[in-house]
């Protein structure tokens, strides 16, 4: 085989982690080629923090509405309301434009961008990657199948999504990752002071009619909104639930913006490198939280680290240095993952575990701790009785003693 194209990174898909990772590579000077396959949109939510706003300065005019409260909805419709006492925000992005601004920011940052969607992996004679893809044209069709492409890669970034095409050529134990199938639409939204709807609020619906063992949502994007479900279940019916949501709503005969589905992981892989010149971010790497199911901060905070993992292993030319991102992440954010993967194995499993949980979440000192906790990405160490407060309580929920 004779390819002449090498990268120092090849990064296979264009999300927020196949983005961010290509940005910060390029910003360090390397040789970075950013393929992504055009005209796909993730289901999504699209909160986004103010630790992600800061840390990977995302400017004011991609935030589509600022959020102050939620509201939880359990099965009987008794809601919780949980504001933002300290005075700040969520952010909602639209995850068509957001996606989009951050791969012109990689662009921007000296990388190559490159429609085009990943095949397969080989080895030159050297011994060096090579990726396989088929190029798309720019409105996303199928090119000239003669034009098949291949490049060469010292370093190649699997953040082709949950069912990576790279993590399951390289990595062990891949396609054992669990996932949640999530869908939603994206529809016209409706004048402020509709009920059950507000522009400022994220509501969530804990309600086995509309996701058995998960969550929905209702998202305000300000003149859309996504309505979603998600679920383990292969037999539950997503497009079915989100129709009843939006009946549920009066959002019945709202104008329908796009529909998206896909599949969700809920657990880091155990290893993310291949030892050698390989490494997966975002879902890829299965780091969306459970119970919440939040994935862009994660994605992007595990970009950043393999990223710079990926930069220590091209200068010292020391593959050891991959390992590196996954340890960093865990060390700063697993303890959060395994309690929230607590969380989720616990109260979604039935209505009327579900129906505690939203009790719970009545306690002020349970709301201020999760907005700090959120907002920051920090387990809140500070006024440890108020955590004392909280434990007592969530024992005596759990013996099924508490006032309801």
């Known amino acids: 085989m004779s390819i002449h194209e090498t990268f120092d990174v090849v990064v296979v898909g264009g999300g927020p982690a196949g983005a961010t990772a ?12 950013l393929l992504d396959k055009a005209g796909r949109i993730k289901p999504c939510g699209g909160a986004i923090p103010p630790r992600l706003i800061r840390d990977f300065r995302i400017p004011d005019e991609l935030l589509c509405a600022r959020i102050s409260s ?45 429609r085009g969607s990943f095949e397969r992996l080989s080895r030159d004679d050297d011994g060096v990657s090579v990726v396989h893809y088929t190029p798309k044209a720019a409105g996303g069709e199928a090119g000239d199948k003669q034009l098949e492409g291949a490049v060469r890669a010292r370093m190649v970034i699997g953040a082709d999504g ?32 509709t009920p059950a ?5 994220c509501d969530v619906y804990y309600d086995g009619r ?15 909104m996504s309505i979603g479900t998600g679920s383990a279940n292969k037999g539950f019916s997503l497009r079915g639930s989100v129709a009843g949501l939006r009946q549920h709503l009066g959002l019945g005969e709202a104008a329908t913006i796009r529909k998206e589905g896909a599949p969700i992981p809920l657990k880091p892989l155990k290893k993310w490198d291949n030892g050698r010149d390989i490494i997966v971010v975002g879902d890829a790497a299965g780091v969306v939280a459970p119970s919440s199911g939040e994935g862009i901060y994660y994605a992007m905070a595990c970009a950043r680290f393999a990223a710079d993992a990926v930069h220590q292993a091209l200068v010292t030319r020391d593959a050891r240095a991959l390992a590196g991102a996954r340890k960093a992440f865990m060390k700063a954010h697993g303890k959060v993952f395994w ?11 039935n209505d009327k575990l579900r129906e505690r949980f939203v009790i719970i979440c009545k ?6 701790l999760t ?9 809140v160490r500070k006024d440890p009785m108020a955590h004392v407060r909280i434990f007592f309580k969530d024992l005596g929920h759990l013996m099924g003693v508490a006032r309801t």
């Open 22 to 33: 290509a940005a910060d590579l390029a910003a360090k000077g390397h040789s970075v080629l």
């Open 363 to 368: 306690d002020k000192d349970v709301q201020r």
């Open 371 to 379: 907005w700090e906790a959120y907002m920051n990405k920090e387990l």
């Open 210 to 224: 509309f996701s058995p063992d998960f969550y929905s949502w209702v998202f305000p994007h300000g003149d859309t």
């Open 197 to 201: 709807y507000d522009s400022k609020r």
């Open 162 to 193: 949950a069912v990576s095409g790279v993590a399951r050529a390289a990595i062990p134990g891949a396609d054992k990752i669990p996932f949640v199938f999530a869908y939603h639409e994206i529809v016209r939204a409706p004048a402020d002071g």
């Open 70 to 114: 939620a509201r939880m909805i359990p099965p009987s419709g008794k809601s919780v309301d949980m504001p933002i006492d300290t005075g700040g925000f969520v952010g909602m992005v639209d995850r068509e434009s957001f996606d989009e601004w951050l791969r012109e920011r990689a662009a921007t940052q000296g990388a190559t961008r490159r």
């Open 339 to 349: 309690i929230l993967g607590i969380m989720q194995w616990f109260w979604y499993r």
